[in-house]
């Protein structure tokens, strides 16, 4: 990474343009070439810097459903459960964390009811109780990470 | 939802990711029967209307260095979450702020701030920095460090063909994460 990655990073966290030459746009606030800026996101996605370029959408409005979800796993049977969990497809990413409420992961299915009948599965497949703890309200955060 | 059948084609059609290419609009139009004047129009509603939260990179915190994470969670009363809520999410190195269902007597916590930064200290000294300027020395909380992340790997909410739920090599977060 160099100082011109962390400009784009830090530049396109916060929107990208919707017309027809986006790049050339962006490149221009930059002051870099379209070619470059392209280039750059390539090697940043390549690298694993970014997980992605593209939108983040707003699940509920898709008609989704998501939330997350705790578990206590006994420390012995900690990768078996987890091997259990991350089976699901609809587990989008899960972490150990420390805490008796050991694992926690966040779901996304493609109903609001389907969370139910997921996370009912879960509590059967693993023997652990599930908590469910669904967003009630979002607080604004500002959405850039500045570098 | 109120996602036309055109629309969710869109939706699937970028959730990965949007094309290098100089006229990256005109490449997904192609793919599913626009032009890319018609494409551009419906991003920029989908904008609009909020369903697309944010159109840009999405950074691996780890990867940029930022090592350790937090969840610092926090038993607020009912009738002071939104205030208390709204200050804490406005201070900067908060990325998410939720509130979420207490489950009495195992988990008393009503609001969720996920706080990253450099290693454990960092996150440990954030958190203090939080309960100074908020004001929150007489609120009970935890902060729940990560030890280990099994999957980042994040909800597809539209496949292209079948419509289901898939699981692929990026992640959406939207508005989800812990």
Not at chain 2, 117 to 131: M, S, T, W
Request: proline share 5%; with cysteine; charged share 25%.
């Amino acid at each position: 990474m160099d100082t011109r990655d962390v400009a784009i990073i830090n530049h396109l966290q916060g929107g990208f343009p919707v017309t027809d030459r986006p790049y050339a746009e962006a490149a221009t606030t930059l002051g870099i070439t379209e070619s470059e800026l392209i280039e750059r996101l390539e090697y940043l996605l390549e690298k694993g810097i970014l997980s992605r370029f593209g939108p983040m959408y707003h699940a509920e409005r898709l008609g989704g459903g998501l939330t997350l979800a705790a578990l206590h796993v006994p420390d012995e049977g900690f990768d078996r459960v987890a091997e259990q969990v991350n089976c699901f497809p609809e587990v989008a990413h899960n972490y150990q964390r420390e805490h008796h409420l050991n694992m926690w992961f966040v779901l996304a299915t493609e109903t609001p009811a389907r969370i139910d009948e997921v996370l009912a599965e879960i509590e059967r497949k693993t023997g652990c109780r599930v908590y469910n703890v669904p967003k009630i309200e979002e607080f604004f955060v500002g959405l850039r990470f500045e570098l | 939802m109120g996602l036309t059948a055109r629309d969710q084609q869109l939706v699937a059609a970028i959730q990965c990711g949007l094309p290098l290419v100089s006229r990256p609009f005109a490449e997904i139009g192609a793919r599913i029967g626009l032009s890319e004047s018609e494409t551009i129009e419906r991003i920029q509603a989908l904008l609009t209307d909020g369903t697309i939260k944010r159109l840009g990179v999405v950074v691996r915190h780890h990867e940029l260095g930022y090592r350790a994470n937090a969840m610092a969670v926090w038993n607020i009363p009912d009738d002071e979450v939104d205030e208390r809520g709204r200050h804490i999410g406005a201070v900067d190195f908060v990325t998410l702020c939720y509130r979420r269902p207490r489950h009495l007597p195992d988990w008393p916590y009503n609001l969720f701030s996920m706080i990253h930064g450099q290693n454990r200290d960092a996150v440990l000294r954030n958190i203090e920095h939080l309960i100074e300027q908020c004001g929150l020395g007489g609120i009970a909380h935890e902060v729940l460090f990560s030890r280990r992340r099994f999957k980042q790997c994040g909800a597809h909410y539209i496949d292209s063909q079948p419509r289901q739920v898939i699981v692929g090599g990026t992640r959406i977060p939207a508005g989800g994460q812990p």
